[in-house]
Structures are given as C-alpha cells and as structure tokens.
C-alpha cells in the first residue's frame, strides 16, 4: 500500500472534525437543521485552512442517506463515495484549468440532471477566481436560478478578483487564519497517532512556521517526522529539519540587545550566518521577538495577543524584569529600519554587526523635566552643576514615548548627550511650553497708557504689562469679529520670537487663507494695537504639513529659541543635530 500524506490522512471528513473555523460550521449546521440550504456558497480564505475539506463535509451532510444532517454517518455508500472522490453526484471542478465560456456551457447543459444517489448535485469549483469575465456572465442565470437539486460551492483565496454581479447571488464564508495553540494542539494529536514523540516547542514551532495553515503545518510536521525517525524530537531539532531560526538564537541576541552585551550578539550573527540562514529572516524574526518581550512586559492584560506558550512567555518575562518599555520600543524602532538596510545590503552581515554596535551600546534616555529638576537643584547648591556621566537628554515632556538613534545613518530620535551632538526630539506639549515660556518672557512694550492725565501731585501709575498670552486672546477675538480668511489666521498656532508674531497654520488652502489674511489692512491695525506697533506679523506652515526643508528649518529654530533646550545645552556641553517632531509621530 503506497504512503498517504498526513495532510491527506488525517483530513476532517465532518463539521465536528473540523478546527479553527466554528463561525463557519456552526452556520452550515444551523441551515442543514433547520432546513435552510442556500443554492450557492462561496468559501474565501488563505491556503490550507479548511475551505474544500468544509465544502466536502457539507455535502456528505446533504447526500448522507440519513441525512440531510449535520452529522453524516459516514458509512453509508454516499458518504464513502465522498470521502473517496469517486461520487458523480459531487462535481469537483478546477478552475484554473476550466475556466472559459465553453467550460460554463458544458457545466450548464449538465446541472438540468437529476442527481444519481443522493439527494443533491453539488458542483464545488475551486480557485473560482481563475474563471475569466466571460464565464461569470455566462455562468450568472445559472447561478441564480439553479434547479432545485443543485447546490453550488465556489472557493477562492482572492474574493476580491470576483465579480460583483457573482457575490451579490451567493453566501459567502470567510475562513480565518488558524491560531498558532490550535494548529498545535492538532499537530499533537496526529504525532500521537503516528507513534511519535515531538515536544511542545517543536509543535509550536512547526505550527507557526505554518502562518496559519493547517495544511501547511501538517505537511511540515510530516517532514520533521520523516527526517527525525524515531528519536524525539524537540524545538532545537525541529529548527535545524526545517531550516528555520532556532528561537533562542532569536532570545539570546535580544537580551544581548537590551543588557548591552555586543559580545554576544555578534556571537549569534556568526552562527546565522554559518548556518545559512538569510539575514533578513533572521532580523524579521527578531522584530517578532522584540514585539513579544515588549508585550510581555507592558501588562497582564496585553499578553493575550502573544502566540506563546507559558514557558517562553515566562522566559521573556525573566529576560524583560526591571527593563523599561520605552527602552524596548526604541530597539525595535531601531530594527526596523536595521531590516529595511539588510533586506536591500548587499553585504547584509556587515550592516546587521554596525547595528548592533550602535544598538548594544545605546545608554537610557532621561527625560528632560528630571534634567532641569536636576540642574536647578544643583544651581541652588554649588553654582554650576556639572554634566552627569550617565543617559542622554530627551528632548519633550509630559512623557513623550522616548527613542534612540537607529542603526545606519538615519537618525530616529532625539536626544542630547554629554561632549557628543546628538538628536532633540520634540513633543506637542514640549512646542507648546516652550512657546509659553517665549511669551512670558518677551520683552513686548506695555499698551499705550489711556488713563487720566499725570499732574505733579497724581503721578501717572505704571499700567500693568500684559503677557503674550493675554495679548494674543484679545487678538484673536477681533480676527474672529473681522471674519473670512481672517478667521482663519485665529485658528493658527502664535510663536513670538525676537518681535515677530509667526502663526503657523496647517500647508496647503489654509496656509493660502492665512497668508491673504496677511495683507488685509485690518489685520494690520490689530497687530498694531495689540502688540504696540513694533511686531512684525508673518506666516508659516505648521510643522509636519509643509515640504520637509520647511519643515526642519521651523523645528530647528524652534528648538534652538527654546530657554530650557538652551540651558540644558549650556550646562551639558551638548550639541543639537537633528529634530524630529513628537507631533507628527502621533498623527
């Protein structure tokens, strides 16, 4: 007797059987009791998760001579005409290679015929996607007024190719991916049925090489245990069989990553690199990784989405103890683009060990409101503070998600170290702030004095100086009363630097509005009377709408005219190199 494939062996022959997609049987279950059978189905999903084998046990379940039933006995000449694929009253058809006008007339002349055994003519067409525009319309009346003993199946992995005129004439089931526990736990069963003894992590391994595919996962569990024999097999054999990354290279390398210990990961590049594997996988699989350890470590709550078992999930969480997320979040920022650089390097191993240079050595970010509360307090002891020796500057505030520079020459963050330039990266609460602090501490002349005349006994009183603030509520009441494009300038965002009231509205039509708003004498005269006749009134795109030269250029100075940045600068020695806006990360 020749071998049967484990694919094919174990294949489900009923609804009960069938794993992974219970929104789909339970459906079929429900129509076939309660006698509500639709003339056309279409099964949509990946490769390899259930559509044909769903299709076969729903017609077994019309044909079964007990039936219709949602429970075929399976015994019965029908159900074992089925199971074998020898039953002239199930029509399998490829639609691949039957796909042109011809093929649906023939299918046409045929479907008037009763049927032989069972109750039921079932035509299942697979890859129905493959039928050329022709055949849909040819196949249209057909499909819509079928005879009463015909029952169409269509199954496809691209619904989308299909016509409109097609799905709006049939039910349609969409099968989901299998989860990683669940093509496991089924993996389990066939090894046990098969004598052999593959250890959960092997299984957990096979299975999610299998991206959800039930087949797929089958088909390499039945090469594993070909290569292994008898002897057992576990996740490190496993791996090596199918030539896939062993996982603890994967969690060696990123402990090495977050301990800073360069050593060791470029220990584990050789090894990838003399096994073979392809670089690009492998930093593939380590965004995975780096994923997981950052979801392990965010909550309890957010490990729900992990595709894990409890022992790597408590090896993670061991390997993520005392690490701060955001500390996680700038890694994995980092090797995304490393992945991008290594997929397109034509020397990949060399970018993947300059990565890990600059990766392994990366020092904590402090955030800058502990920088400042760190110099202010040193100021008020023995005057100037002096640079501390460890972490870099984050420039934001308000717990803005820190980074750090990413491997290659793309610089991802910002931050501000000691003797050495660095990135300042900007928040929308940091850009606010610090306009604030602009404002305050303008040197804006007071309003002109419209009070009683000064005599020699009355001294005229020092009127109070009015902040930017004040100042700019009171202007944007009169933009609003002046209406138009002028209303447009009220929306924008105020920066008052060195005598220049700058409003940045968003680039494009509203950047044009404001900019006719400019020139509108009115607007001219309130500038006069609310800031005292010495500003001068221009516009600018907001950060993150304009071209990108603007856009640096405007956060650059931004930056620059900030008194914290300024102080931090001072004190530290550090320089400002790029700036990137927290701003446009969260839009």
Not at 253 to 258: A, N, R
Not at 579 to 587: A, G, I, P, W
């Given at each position: 007797m020749s071998y049967l494939a484990i694919a094919r062996k174990y294949r489900p022959a009923t609804f009960d059987e069938i794993v992974g997609q219970d929104h789909v049987t339970q459906t079929l279950r429900n129509a076939i009791t309660n006698d509500r059978i639709h003339h056309a189905y279409l099964f949509c999903g990946a490769r390899g998760v259930g559509k044909t084998t769903a299709a076969r046990a729903l017609a077994k379940s019309l044909n079964c001579e007990k039936g219709p039933t949602p429970t075929p006995c399976g015994v019965c000449a029908s159900c074992r005409e089925i199971a074998s694929g020898s039953s002239p009253d199930l029509i399998e058809i490829d639609g691949a290679s039957n796909n042109s006008v011809d093929d649906v007339r023939d299918l046409r002349e045929t479907v008037h015929y009763a049927p032989t055994r069972g109750r039921s003519k079932i035509y299942l067409v697979d890859e129905v996607h493959m039928l050329s525009k022709a055949a849909f319309n040819a196949l249209l009346k057909t499909l819509e007024e079928p005879p009463p003993h015909v029952v169409f199946i269509f199954a496809t992995t691209e619904p989308h190719r299909i016509l409109d005129t097609i799905l709006s004439r049939v039910q349609r089931f969409d099968f989901k991916r299998m989860p990683v526990a669940v093509v496991a736990e089924r993996l389990a069963e066939i090894a046990s049925a098969e004598g052999v003894n593959v250890e959960e992590g092997a299984l957990r391994l096979i299975a999610r090489a299998g991206e959800g595919s039930m087949r797929d996962a089958q088909s390499l569990l039945d090469k594993v245990i070909s290569a292994g024999g008898s002897d057992s097999v576990n996740e490190a054999r496993a791996a090596e069989l199918l030539g896939l990354i062993d996982r603890s290279?994967?969690?060696?390398?990123?402990?090495?990553?977050?301990?800073?210990?360069?050593?060791?990961?470029?220990?584990?590049?050789?090894?990838?690199?003399?096994?073979?594997?392809e670089m690009s996988q492998f930093t593939g699989d380590l965004l995975e990784t780096v994923r997981n350890a950052t979801l392990v470590g965010l909550s309890e709550s957010s490990r729900q989405h992990l595709d894990l078992g409890p022992a790597e999930v408590e090896q993670l969480q061991s390997m993520v103890d005392g690490v701060p997320t955001e500390q996680l979040t700038r890694i994995f920022n980092a090797l995304l683009d490393v992945h991008d650089q290594v997929s397109r390097a034509a020397r990949p191993r060399i970018v993947l060990e300059m990565a890990v240079a600059r990766l392994a050595t990366t020092r904590p970010v402090q955030p800058v409101s502990e920088l400042l509360a760190r110099l202010e307090q040193l100021e008020r002891g023995a005057g100037r503070p002096t640079p501390p020796s460890g972490g870099r500057a984050r420039a934001g505030r308000g717990g803005a998600a820190p980074r750090t520079s990413a491997a290659g020459n793309t610089t991802r963050t910002g931050q501000a170290s000691p003797r050495s330039p660095r990135s300042a990266k900007r928040s929308p609460s940091s850009s606010r702030d610090a306009s604030e602090s602009d404002r305050e501490g303008s040197d804006l002349e007071p309003p002109p004095y419209d009070g009683p005349v000064p005599t020699e006994d009355a001294p005229a009183e020092e009127p109070p100086k009015r902040t930017f603030k004040e100042r700019w509520g009171t202007f944007i009441e009169e933009l609003k009363e002046i209406g138009g494009p002028a209303a447009r300038l009220a929306a924008g965002d105020p920066l008052w630097q060195n005598g220049t009231l700058t409003i940045r509205v968003p680039a494009g039509r509203a950047l044009a509005e404001a900019r006719r708003a400019q020139e509108l004498p009115e607007v001219a005269r309130a500038v006069d009377v609310h800031f005292s006749g010495h500003a001068k009134l221009q516009t600018a795109p907001l950060p993150g709408t304009g071209t990108p030269k603007e856009h640096q250029q405007a956060l650059q100075r931004e930056v620059l005219d900030d008194p914290d940045y300024q102080r931090i600068i001072r004190a530290l020695g550090a320089e400002i190199d790029t700036?990137?806006?927290?701003?446009?990360?969260?839009?």
């Open positions: 290279l994967l969690w060696q390398f990123t402990e090495g990553l977050v301990k800073g210990q360069p050593d060791a990961c470029l220990s584990i590049i050789a090894k990838v690199y003399d096994f073979g594997h700036v990137t806006s927290l701003r446009d990360e969260n839009t």
